[in-house]
């Protein structure tokens, strides 16, 4: 009886790699090679940060570092071989690129054309791309000069900016094989720029690890504590949170706020609600879905947010946190003064917090389902 044949590589396009705050990617690959799929790594620039995930000495994939500008000349003799043995492809393609006369495509092309020639020597059967700009694009250009089929995953900032170029990000969806997006309005988002492409869009939600982030049994002491964890970022509204909170001091409320720039949540640190006041950016930018907040609610916190994006399909308006229209630090500073003197409405909500989110975003289903995108393609 014959051996089944084994599963064909999985090529992840990624901007670089690895990257600290990206930890979403790490734990989708691990979890991807825990069922059995092969990866190989592209990564497109080389890491700049020291810091590593305690994760990464797990992961099994190889790692190519595209070339940049100070090795032109591998770039080149990669892109000559590729032309040498795909000609109809290489030409199409660049035909392709020179027609767009634009300069940073035509580099996209040269890197794109080290990811299709190692792309075809390792045999890999499927490309998948982390966000809908540059690593896509190469992907896309990969897959032209090769025939390997690709998909990417969309997050926020690289569909909602203003700068990006609708045309082209519907194109990707088209060319693709599937497109997966990390909520239900980044989905509809994408259907009306893509109509065509409707069939191929997927929503996976980004997933955590909800046995790390619980309640760590440690109440809450007075005075009412905000926590936010937040880059300081336009889109994140900081600025609103911080007018909120003179707006509680001015009404005589006891409490105190804690505001982390930088990193994740960490289950000793004990808070009585999470607060994000997320807005759309100046540029376009906004979120998709926050990660943060899903780890707030899984670790029990009732969330006070705004109605952006993705934001009510974790967070349900009285149920597990209070949402407000973005932009309003008085309508903002009215649901936090509601939780804080109420307790018996902080209870509900925090009752509700970690049930709302253990089942829909545990990493281990939310993987299943990009596994079961990826099993068939690879």
């Known amino acids: ?64 570092y595209v070339p940049d500008f100070f090795d ?46 190692e792309a075809r020597r390792l045999k890999i059967g499927h490309l998948h791309a982390q966000f809908a700009n540059r690593p896509t694009t190469v992907a896309m250009l990969a897959s032209r000069l090769t025939g390997i089929p690709y998909s990417f995953t969309a997050h926020a900032t690289d569909i909602f900016k203003h700068r990006v170029d609708r045309k082209v990000l519907a194109r ?28 191929k869009l997927r929503r996976v939600l980004n997933g955590i690890d909800v046995d790390r982030f619980a309640p760590n049994g440690t109440p809450p002491h007075d005075p009412f504590r905000i926590l936010c964890v937040a880059r300081l970022v336009e889109k994140k509204g900081l600025p609103h949170l911080i007018e909120a909170c003179r707006l ?5 409320v006891d409490f105190e706020c804690v505001m982390v720039g930088k990193g994740r949540l960490r289950s000793p640190l004990a ?32 969330v006070v947010s705004t109605t952006v994006t993705g934001i009510p399909e974790a967070v349900h308006d009285g149920h597990n946190g209070l949402l407000v229209e973005p932009g309003d630090p008085v309508a ?8 804080a003197r109420d307790r018996n409405r902080w209870d509900h909500l925090r009752a509700n917090a970690r049930p709302s989110v253990v089942e829909d975003f545990d990493r281990r289903r939310t993987i299943e389902q990009l596994h079961q995108l990826l099993n068939p393609a690879a």
């Open 332 to 339: 903002f500073a009215d649901a936090l003064e509601s939780v």
């Open 172 to 199: 990707k969806v088209e060319e693709s094989r599937f497109v997966v997006t990390v909520s239900d309005f980044n989905r509809s988002y994408l259907r009306d720029i893509a109509p065509e492409g409707e069939g």
């Open 72 to 117: 032109l000349a591998k770039l080149f003799r990669h892109n000559r071989r590729l032309a040498k043995s795909a000609s109809s492809r290489f030409r199409r393609t660049l035909l392709y690129v020179l027609r767009q006369g634009n300069r940073e495509l035509a580099w996209r092309f040269l890197q794109a054309g080290f990811v299709a020639n």
């Open 1 to 64: 009886m014959p051996r089944p044949e084994a599963p064909k590589p999985i090529g992840y396009v990624l901007r670089k790699f690895p990257v600290l705050s990206e930890t979403f990617v790490l734990n989708e690959m691990l979890g991807l090679e825990e069922r059995g799929i092969p990866l190989h790594v592209f990564s497109l620039m080389r890491p700049n940060d020291p810091r590593f995930h305690d994760d990464l000495p797990k992961l099994k994939a190889r790692v190519s």
């Open 271 to 302: 808070a009585h609600v999470y607060a994000l006041p997320a807005i759309v950016g100046s540029d376009g930018n906004r979120e998709g879905l926050p990660v943060s907040i899903v780890e707030a609610l899984s670790c029990g916190l009732p």
């Open 248 to 252: 509680l001091d001015e009404r005589g």
